[in-house]
């Protein structure tokens, strides 16, 4: 059975700062996939992930996935507060035909 | 999110009577899937989808049941509403070949 963990679940941060969220997975996948939420709101596709090595950003976010480590990182530079939301990552492990298996997402709040 | 809807938006029901949500999308997509969202546990796969009347359990399928009779629709249906099936619903979708899913704004339902 696929787990996905992420650390930390909850973080506190001041703008300007840089910090990293984690995302370990169970099953041997090339296919990881970064969610951005904000309240009240549907999942925004941040980033797809889907080899070993794939590096990718977009402004002051950038994600990386080590597929030999199972592991993915979510790099956060000179925080901002407008980046505070709820962040989970995913796994693909069946190319689509079941779903994709969540981490329980990491609340990230970003203080003036 | 455009291309997938779901309805009702909100919803309040009665413990003990039967409850169906939708989900319909206009991308010809493959692949639906049914998830719940409940703080500290991210979102589970409730059921999915491979195809029209295709469909497979997911982690929490107990107290759910779906169908999916035409590709554009996926229905999932609370046969008795509980207490514990109080949360947020969220349809996704999927063709299997872009490596992209897109979920749907969710549906709040409350079990009083």
């Known amino acids: 059975e696929l787990k996905v963990e992420q650390n930390p679940l909850f973080l506190s941060m001041q703008e300007g700062k840089n910090y990293t969220i984690y995302c370990n997975y169970s099953t041997t996948s090339d296919r990881l996939y970064w969610y951005r939420q904000d309240p009240g709101k549907s999942l925004e596709s941040l980033f797809v992930l889907l080899s070993n090595g794939a590096v990718k950003q977009e402004g002051r976010l950038m994600a990386s996935l080590d597929t030999k480590a199972r592991l993915s990182t979510l790099h956060i530079t000179a925080a901002v507060h407008d980046l505070s939301a709820t962040y989970f990552c995913?796994?693909?492990?069946?190319?689509?035909?079941?779903?994709?298996?969540f981490g329980k997402g990491t609340h990230l709040i970003i203080q003036p | 999110d455009a291309g997938i809807t779901q309805s009702p938006r909100h919803k309040v029901t009665e413990t003990g009577t039967p409850v169906t949500l939708r989900c319909h999308q206009t991308e010809n997509h493959r692949y639906m899937y049914w998830y719940r969202q409940d703080p500290g546990h991210g979102l589970r796969l409730i059921h999915y989808s491979y195809g029209v009347k295709d469909t497979d359990k997911g982690e929490v399928s107990d107290g759910y049941s779906v169908s999916r009779s035409k590709t554009e629709d996926f229905l999932l249906t609370l046969e008795s509403a509980t207490s514990s099936q109080t949360s947020v619903y969220f349809c996704?979708?999927?063709?299997?070949?872009?490596?992209?899913?897109?979920f749907g704004s969710g549906t709040r339902l409350t079990v009083v």
């Open positions: 995913a796994v693909d492990i069946s190319g689509g035909a079941d779903g994709l298996t």
């Open positions: 996704a979708i999927s063709s299997g070949l872009d490596y992209g899913y897109t």
